[in-house]
């Protein structure tokens, strides 16, 4: 129960930690849509994840992001795998039969969908890794509210809704240090959240979720208190402590991101196949 | 049976931060019959740990604790039934008052002999009987507990562990948020309530002149070590208070002062406010 720190804030001063939070938000988004990206044919596509995989492994060492945690994360993506295998072999297909049990036909497409499916998942899990455990979720939000700028202009509140996710956000901590808390409190009197009955169980979770509400309406009440007190108005206009500089590191990073990207778009436009040219040359 | 710690440790593992050690080796027995205990110490010196051992809701890292007969260690036995040892020892947490949750008084304090499998008519007569041990009448039973005082919340909620019938209540620093009054009522009703009861009774506090009214015994924790375990009358003649972060109650504090500003020869070791002032009195007399 302990362990739902994954994905994590960690604070280092890795070079991938001292970029502009609004380039690496920029950066998740174009990497994705690079994963999303279908090739010639499946060779092709599978050197490509593999490049991209390699590239965020350099990521994961430069910001210090152990594979174990990674791993972790994973675990609970078997069932998916399975599921995926099953609803892809169950939808009609074409092509070359990989093999058959009775008269139930496995095409190699059916596999291959799947695997793509699943390391377009890891992949994308360990991106949204980096960037989550090398940027303070504050910094997020803000890089968020910068987005939403323009929107400014049709009236749209972008502080209120950024003030909002860093709220939330904040009290993520809190409220499972309360969970907790409440959870040893309840144990004392003799519940048991292990093991029981299900009617046991649904029983354990009201007599979690009520004080757990309770509380959480009292915080945000007084947090709106202390706020007002503090003089808080959403429309008026404030400075920042840690205002988000732009600097060249960000614009390489930039440049790169982005060229990447071109690059693969080019690759799959003209079609190029890696396998059919160093074929060619011997 | 009571509670026997043998060289216990524990140690917190964090992701992020380094590794944090609450206790350090601790050995002391806790009888389950007519002991007030007082377990005092600094903010962060292993109060709470140490209490949360005591029925089994933290596992030692080290060493063994035994709890009414059952050997709790490091590693978690399958066939061990944990739930049970909350019954011998009611553990009441500090602000026990989120712990409430149900739509009256009566079915929250219901909540944990039932929990114990108890029957619905023995339960309610232990509500009953509770709800008057706290000091409060039946009519507080078929209320809302949202709707009490701050005060009435936490003698409900202490009224819920105590319908479990522990032999040994633990008390996480009950009279915290309370005014001075308060803090005494409620230190007045666990003392009564032990008396009563026979059970043994450990209070988690900060506050000194309770502890030297009311404890008859006092177990000192400093950065982790348990450093004393004696009367309370040893305690406040020990040199090494100030090293131990703790400070004398106020009558010992007044009396040693007037001692030393008009030279009076008058025993400062009173227990409460009526007896400093008898002492004095005694002495101007003369």
Known sequence: MANIALGRYVPYNSFIHRLDPRLKLFGLIVLMVGIFIKFVNVPMNFIVYGLIFILIAMMMMVSRIKFKTLFKQLKALWIMITFLLIINTIVPNSGAIAFSIGSWNIYWNAIFQTLYIVIRLVLMIALTMVLTSTTRPLDLTYAIEWYLLPFKVIRFPTHEIAMTISIALRFIPTLLDETYRIMKAQASRGVDFVSGKLSEKVRAIVSLIVPLFISAFQRSEELANAMEARGYNPSGKRTRYRVMKWRVPDSIALIFVVGLLSGIIVLAALKVDFVAIIGNLF | ?286
């Open chain 2, 1 to 286: 049976m009571g509670i026997h710690f043998r060289q216990v440790s524990h140690q917190y593992f964090s992701q992020q931060n380094s590794d944090y050690q609450a206790i350090y080796d601790i050995t002391l027995s806790i009888e389950d019959q007519h002991e007030f205990i007082c377990l005092i110490g600094h903010t962060g010196s292993g109060k709470s740990t140490l209490a949360q051992h005591m029925n089994a809701l933290v596992f030692p890292t080290k060493g063994t604790v035994e709890i009414a007969g059952v050997l709790v260690s490091q590693k978690r036995d399958k066939k061990t039934d944990y739930n049970r040892l909350r019954k011998h020892v009611g553990l009441v947490f500090q602000f026990p008052e989120y712990q409430l949750f149900e739509e009256t008084v009566e079915k929250d304090i219901m909540f944990g002999p039932l929990n114990f499998k108890v029957s619905p008519e023995v339960a309610k007569e232990k509500a009953l009987e509770s709800i008057r041990l706290v000091g409060l009448n039946e009519s507080y039973l078929n209320r809302n507990p949202f709707n009490l005082s701050g005060g009435e919340k936490k003698r409900v909620s202490i009224a819920g562990i105590l319908a479990m019938d522990p032999e040994i209540l633990v008390l996480d620093e009950p009279t915290s948020g309370l005014d001075p009054q308060g803090k005494r009522q409620l230190m007045r009703l666990f003392k009564d309530i032990q008396e009563k009861t026979n059970k043994t009774v450990v209070i988690i506090t900060h506050d000194m002149d309770l502890v030297y009214e009311y404890a008859t015994r006092t177990l000192v924790l400093s950065d982790g070590n348990l450093v004393f375990d004696g009367t309370p009358d040893d305690l406040f003649r020990r040199e090494e208070l100030a090293t131990w972060s703790l400070s004398l109650p106020q009558t010992i504090r007044v009396l040693k002062g007037l001692k030393e500003q008009f030279h009076l020869e008058l025993n400062p070791y009173q227990k409460t406010v009526e007896e400093a002032v008898r002492e004095i009195e005694k002495v101007t007399s003369r």
